[in-house]
């Protein structure tokens, strides 16, 4: 059974740094494209970063400069360097993996991310 699983969450305060991690079992997904999401209470589910397999980054508005997507193959682990982190980051992050985006076929657990003010 394929699985991905999150890891690096908490609880931080602003301005503070996290580093998040999504490892995958049961297959490689070195040719899919992994991806970063999160959604904070009453509000959708939203992208903020994507990878391509060949390494071509995507970030949401509210992240760029602030957060880094990047992946280890060998590993096939994910992971999300975040930086100077705000209050309205915190969510449950989600990691997500796609053989066609914008479509993603496999999903993680989420691991939630708290920034204390």
């Known amino acids: 059974q394929v699985q991905l699983v999150e890891s690096g969450g908490g609880l931080v305060q602003a301005g503070g740094s996290l580093r998040l991690s999504c490892s995958a079992s049961a297959r490689t997904f070195s040719s899919y494209a992994r991806g970063w999401f999160r959604q904070a209470p009453g509000k959708e589910r939203e992208l903020v970063a994507a990878i391509s397999s060949i390494g071509v980054t995507y970030y949401a508005d509210s992240v760029k400069g602030r957060f880094t997507i990047s992946r280890d193959n060998a590993k096939n682990t994910v992971y999300l360097q975040m930086n100077s982190l705000k209050p309205e980051d915190t969510a449950v992050y989600y990691c997500?993996?796609?053989?066609?985006?914008?479509?993603?076929?496999?999903w993680g657990q989420g691991t939630q991310v708290t920034v204390s003010s």
């Open positions: 997500a993996a796609g053989a066609r985006i914008p479509k993603y076929d496999y």
